[in-house]
């Protein structure tokens, strides 16, 4: 089955769409969890099946340098090595190679502010270290395994993407820090936009789908200068990534400021953004999927997402598992989820198996997490169809806290 | 449904029968995989079942520090606590307090010899530290995780027992190592017989099935004894335990010493062994059950069995899946085998999640070498049914060079 994008219903600037793939169809908006080294950490793919995951997100980046892309290829592409036949989309590699390629964490997120846990060195522009080095060829960087040497290029970035093979892919891009100034977000975007056009003339005739990267920081007129720009060019969709700002309310203009203007036979994908209250803003804007880490790092550390009006739900709606007060309570994080971890097993149990740092910890807590964002998304898209999605929105996160912007819907 | 041995056929010493329990039956010969803190590592209860898993074992050591014997009692039991509906065995904690209650492992295995990286720190009598202290009453040591103090004895390792609620129990034992003299041996064997008596007296009216332990190290006479003193009590089965020798060889005839004077209408499990080629000598000698963390430790490691004639198979019986000549080799595990891992997952794919750390390593390897010794297990139980267990022996066992005895069939 050839790429496209089927749209549903419109409502404001929330869709309700299909994207048909050469592994199946997406029915958006929707989450795909993130299976870095292509495996979702602590789920089997049958189990990932049974949660009714519709696609995962690859990182190129990783499976470049191991176990190598050529060696993906060789074992018939990422689909059939993790034994996973539902889509599949890679990023650029870009990204990391300017993070972790540093050789550290460079402490900075996508949306502004500092990660818990690490430390904002001194950033310069792009917040690269010496170990990255950038230029008009592309990203020189170090491995983060070993320190070898490597070259990312829009040429080698397509190829590595290609010999993955999956569904959707990304160009290479420079994803700037949102503490970069204008001035250097200027120089990076229109490197940016030359890239782009290397990997639409390098990419081979296959069945993927590539997508363009809308870059611009938090500058509204580089937005547009963006989006002026990429849709010149033959995309079959678009991702919008780079810096999303440094609030939430930055990152709900950013998109304001794009996503309107992008065609309505094409998909959105917003890159490595999956905070519960997120998903919503982010539909309400027009995105059509996403992709982050969240749910399943969540999970490892004991944070499972509860529904709203649970007591001592966190501002990211979360549970942590390990709190004190589920040492003996006999019940399942949600009492109405039909998850297998929720149909199965205690708080306390999962509360013991974290303590005891037992996998199964990371196995069910993982399961709960997932379907719980895959069940918010499906009632997100009857909310669609049904015309009441501001309404589900102000149910699942008025209580938050969080900063949340007013929406475009 | 109460607890009882089915005796179907015996040949020579060995047996094919039925152990029934309150959560269902065991067919036997058996192994159960071993899940310490209340669960197999890396498995979900649905994938033990998936894997045909007829029974396992818990240790009451660990469940007794972390999270509590009386919060699983409080939680249902272990049964509905891990959500485990078939039989649970489990330990005395003995074991555990001497070597963990020492505050590390003490380097000495079951069968004599240094476990690989570890140290075997100048053991004395009973290779006990400082840190632990055994008198009549029982045995007092340190937790492993907070050094708290505790007291075990034959009284509460069975409260312990009937609080985590497992079909099987154990009584309470001293595990001499395999180092101790006979001196210390015979002195420890003396009061292990005394708190049989007393766990005999301890135990309170449940449908828990008490297990006898049969100790006296590698020495003839005091493994005589033992059988003598342990069958003038009313067992519902006996364990083989204590030091098993210093050879397999040694294990071999504490076997034959021990297990052809046992009634035949009680089951004999030997605790913490696994090996491939164990297996075939316990059940060859009357053993009917076996536990040992052997698969899912291995699996952890990158270690799975093959079967006979695979190129490369170590002593143990296995591969080491990060071996180089694996990195591009697309192929499973095992061609014939119908476990999870081999029917959809290659060894390259396997050698990179291992490499990668990626927890799915360590969860399909441990389906494929517990599938692999429940076949095992099943291919026995249908040779003793057709009367050609020697030959399914000599056709696992005899390219291993482990130094395998002759057996008793």
């Known amino acids: 089955m050839s790429f496209r994008y089927e749209l549903l219903q419109k409502r404001g600037q929330a869709r309700r769409g299909r994207i048909h793939t050469p592994h199946g169809i997406i029915e958006t908006p929707e989450f795909l969890p993130v299976g870095t080294q292509a495996t979702v950490k602590a789920l089997t793919p049958q189990q990932l099946q049974e949660l009714g995951v519709q696609g995962v997100l690859a990182n190129t980046y990783h499976l470049y340098l191991r176990p190598g892309s050529q060696l993906v290829e060789k074992l018939g592409g990422l689909h059939k090595m993790m034994n996973w036949p539902r889509p599949i989309m890679t990023d650029s590699g870009g990204f990391q190679a300017f993070s972790l390629g540093a050789g550290r964490e460079h402490g900075v997120g996508k949306i502004g502010g500092v990660f818990p846990g690490t430390t904002a060195k001194k950033p310069r522009g792009a917040v690269l270290s010496n170990m990255v080095k950038i230029n008009e060829e592309g990203v020189r960087f170090r491995s983060h395994h070993d320190g070898s040497t490597h070259l990312l290029t829009p040429e080698s970035s397509i190829r590595i993407q290609e010999e993955l093979g999956a569904d959707m892919i990304l160009a290479f891009d420079e994803c700037t820090s949102p503490l970069a100034d204008k001035a250097y977000t200027e120089v990076a975007l229109e490197r940016t936009h030359r890239w782009a056009v290397r990997c639409l003339e390098a990419r081979r005739d296959t069945p993927q789908a590539l997508?363009?990267?809308?870059?611009?920081?938090?500058?509204?007129?580089?937005?547009?200068?963006?989006?002026?720009?990429?849709?010149?060019?033959?995309?079959?969709?678009?991702?919008?990534?780079?810096?999303?700002?440094?609030?939430?309310?930055?990152?709900?203009?950013?998109?304001?400021?794009?996503?309107?203007?992008?065609?309505?036979?094409?998909?959105?994908?917003?890159?490595?953004?999956?905070?519960?209250?997120?998903?919503?803003?982010?539909?309400?804007?027009?995105?059509?999927?996403?992709?982050?880490?969240?749910?399943?790092?969540?999970?490892?550390?004991?944070?499972?997402?509860?529904?709203?009006?649970?007591?001592?739900?966190?501002?990211?709606?979360?549970?942590?598992?390990?709190?004190?007060?589920?040492?003996?309570?006999?019940?399942?994080?949600?009492?109405?989820?039909?998850?297998?971890?929720?149909?199965?097993?205690?708080?306390?149990?999962?509360?013991?198996?974290?303590?005891?740092?037992?996998?199964?910890?990371?196995?069910?807590?993982?399961?709960?997490?997932?379907?719980?964002?895959?069940?918010?998304?499906?009632?997100?898209?009857?909310?669609?169809?049904?015309?009441?999605?501001?309404?589900?929105?102000?149910?699942?996160?008025?209580?938050?806290?969080?900063?949340?912007?007013?929406?475009?819907?």
């Open 211 to 409: 997508y363009g990267i809308l870059q611009g920081g938090a500058y509204p007129d580089l937005r547009e200068r963006t989006l002026d720009f990429m849709l010149k060019w033959p995309w079959q969709g678009f991702a919008v990534g780079g810096s999303l700002g440094k609030t939430k309310q930055e990152m709900h203009q950013v998109l304001d400021w794009t996503v309107p203007g992008l065609p309505d036979d094409k998909p959105r994908h917003l890159l490595g953004i999956g905070e519960f209250s997120d998903l919503f803003e982010g539909v309400a804007r027009g995105i059509d999927t996403f992709d982050c880490v969240i749910p399943t790092r969540f999970a490892r550390n004991g944070h499972v997402f509860v529904p709203p009006g649970s007591p001592g739900r966190s501002p990211r709606g979360t549970w942590n598992v390990l709190n004190a007060r589920f040492f003996d309570l006999d019940e399942p994080i949600q009492k109405d989820c039909e998850c297998y971890c929720c149909a199965n097993f205690s708080l306390a149990y999962l509360r013991h198996l974290h303590k005891a740092e037992e996998i199964l910890a990371y196995t069910l807590c993982s399961m709960h997490n997932i379907h719980f964002l895959l069940r918010l998304m499906a009632e997100m898209r009857r909310a669609l169809e049904e015309d009441r999605f501001a309404e589900l929105r102000g149910l699942y996160c008025d209580d938050l806290g969080a900063g949340l912007g007013t929406g475009a819907t």
